[in-house]
């Protein structure tokens, strides 16, 4: 099994759309959680941290679930340009690797 | 945006050949990494370093060797290329915040084909 696991769709939505995407990872012991974008040809870049309580950064938010051990990101009013492939990232133990996720493709259609 | 750059960008190169990635970062960063990812799949750390002459072997075994001996550069060298190691290799690095994420920041990337 996976340390991390993602459906890799492609998930195609219209513009406008509400999507969600769900993560799990299957060490307990991990203790910080993220979604990186990746464009296409591109490098990872941060999108945003996800904390216990749940945070929201504009039409995006992320929420944790401990007990289940799985991650989500939900993207409001999808846009053109959230066009991308967004990895779960999960940091385990007390050292500084990170383990990602393959990644869920988003396309975002007229 | 992150301050950390890799050349070259791509490269095209026969096999046996001797080949150096450059990675550098401006942000003073203890902490390094080098990442292996084939299209359409996940990254592999291959590599990392906590800072000055230390490097570790990441999860993915590679024949590719890395050295720090400045804060600011992570080479990472494959001493004869071969064409299983066409892939792109990123680089990334982060900074030691006691109690705090490690978010890391990533270059360009390096687009490696071996013919």
């Known amino acids: 099994r996976k340390e991390v696991e993602q459906d890799p769709g492609p998930f195609n939505v219209p513009e406008g759309a509400t999507v969600a995407f769900n993560c799990t990872y299957s060490?307990?012991?991990?203790?910080?959680f993220f979604w990186y974008r990746q464009d296409c040809r591109k490098e990872p870049k941060l999108l945003m941290s996800?904390?216990?309580s749940g945070n929201e950064d504009g039409r995006f938010t992320a929420q944790l679930n401990r007990a289940s051990q799985y991650i989500s990101l939900l993207i409001r009013d999808s846009k053109l340009s959230d066009s991308a492939t967004y990895l779960c990232?999960?940091?385990?133990?007390?050292?500084?690797?990170?383990?990602f996720g393959t990644g869920t493709q988003l396309k975002v259609e007229l | 945006e992150a301050d950390i750059y890799q050349t070259p960008r791509y490269l095209v190169i026969g096999t046996g050949k001797k080949i150096t990635l450059e990675c550098s970062q401006t942000m003073g960063h203890d902490k390094m990494y080098w990442y292996q990812q084939d299209p359409g799949m996940e990254l592999h750390l291959i590599h990392y370093s906590y800072g000055v002459n230390s490097t570790e072997k990441g999860d993915l075994s590679s024949e590719s060797t890395v050295s720090r001996i400045r804060t600011e550069h992570f080479p990472l060298t494959l001493e004869s290329a071969r064409p299983s190691h066409t892939s792109q290799y990123l680089c990334?690095?982060?900074?030691?915040?006691?109690?705090?994420?490690?978010?890391?920041?990533f270059g360009a990337g390096t687009r490696l084909s071996v013919l």
């Open positions: 996800v904390y216990s």
């Open positions: 060490n307990s012991a991990s203790q910080s």
């Open positions: 990334a690095s982060s900074e030691y915040i006691q109690g705090a994420k490690n978010i890391q920041y």
């Open positions: 990232v999960v940091n385990t133990g007390g050292g500084n690797k990170l383990t």
